[in-house]
């Protein structure tokens, strides 16, 4: 599943290359998550303002209102000048004068829905209850560990809920509990300022790190220009499990958390 460093690696791969294009056409494949909401042809001769990002929701902003792209499970989006015909697991094409922004998912789990603004359905509510974005200045640590004190929950299901801080998958949320050297298991009110502040980092550091190397491959990932990214080649912990912990040595341990997996140290992490 595309995490939330691989949709912002798919953001910057074409933001600036479609900013200020008109489109030409929009045409939606196969059905997918949600309906698109508004006629195709209403899309045609507006201009893509801008291309923004919260959580893992793309937010291209028209002329008029603002046209919201999830990849779901197994989602990508390919930008090309010159696009060739679509396949059969192309499900969405939005045509411009700088070029085809297309939908590429298998599974059908992704959508491309028009809303009229951010502020009112189905934007508002696709959108609510997400948490502060962890690569934005309004993660605090403060912030954070006030989050953090009232749920009863192991850290790594607060962290992947979403609603503290938004966007930290399974991969991110298991490498970063490991640098922060805080077992998963943990609950997140038991978790003190100073231990809190580590994590806070570290959710930084692995998210940053994992844009900065173009998201992971885990999933097959690849931008919207075709690059794959390298962060798997840096996981401590992530699918790991019964390897050498790089740190100490002992074997990588998985756990099973809310039908997740969860790997983790069992020596660097208490
Ligand atoms: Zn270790």
């Keep these: 599943m ?14 600036e290359r ?19 909401g508004v006629a195709p042809e209403v899309l045609a001769g507006q201009t893509v303002r801008e291309v923004g990002r919260r959580g893992k929701y793309l937010l291209l902003e028209l002329d ?6 999830h990849l779901g499970m197994s989602g990508s989006l390919a930008f090309s000048p010159y696009p060739g015909a679509p396949g059969p697991h192309d499900h969405f094409d939005l045509v411009t004068t700088a070029g085809t ?31 502060v974005e962890p690569l934005g200045e309004e993660f605090d640590p403060t912030r954070f560990h006030a989050g953090l004190k009232p749920r009863r ?10 609603d503290v801080v938004v966007g930290v998958g399974n991969i ?14 943990v609950r ?37 220009t075709g690059d794959t990214g390298h962060f798997q080649l840096e996981v401590a912990v992530y699918a790991r499990a019964a390897q050498p912990c790089h740190q100490c040595g002992t074997p990588i341990r998985l756990i099973r958390q809310g039908q997740r997996s ?9």
Excluded at 18 to 36: E, F, N
Excluded at 213 to 220: I, K, M, V
Excluded at 262 to 270: E, I, L, M, V
């Design 18 to 36: 479609i900013r200020g294009a008109r489109i030409l056409s929009a045409t939606p494949g196969k059905p997918l998550r949600w309906p698109l």
């Design 64 to 69: 008029e209102g603002v046209l919201l792209m």
């Design 188 to 224: 997140a009110s038991r978790l003190s300022r100073i231990r809190s502040d580590r994590l806070h980092a570290a959710i930084r550091q692995v998210l940053a790190r994992a844009v900065e190397r173009g998201g992971s491959t885990l999933r097959d990932f690849s931008s919207a």
């Design 101 to 131: 922004l297309r939908l590429h998912d298998p599974r059908r789990f992704g959508a491309v829905v028009w809303s009229e603004s951010q502020d009112v359905d189905p934007a508002r509510k696709l959108l609510a209850g997400l948490g």
């Design 262 to 270: 969860t790997f983790f140290c069992p020596a660097c992490q208490t």
């Design 172 to 185: 991110y949320a298991s490498e970063a509990l490991f640098l922060a050297g805080i077992r998963p298991t």
């Design 2 to 15: 595309p995490e939330l460093p691989e949709v912002e690696v798919t953001r910057r791969s074409f933001a």
């Design 153 to 162: 929950a192991p850290i790594k299901q607060v962290l992947l809920a979403g």
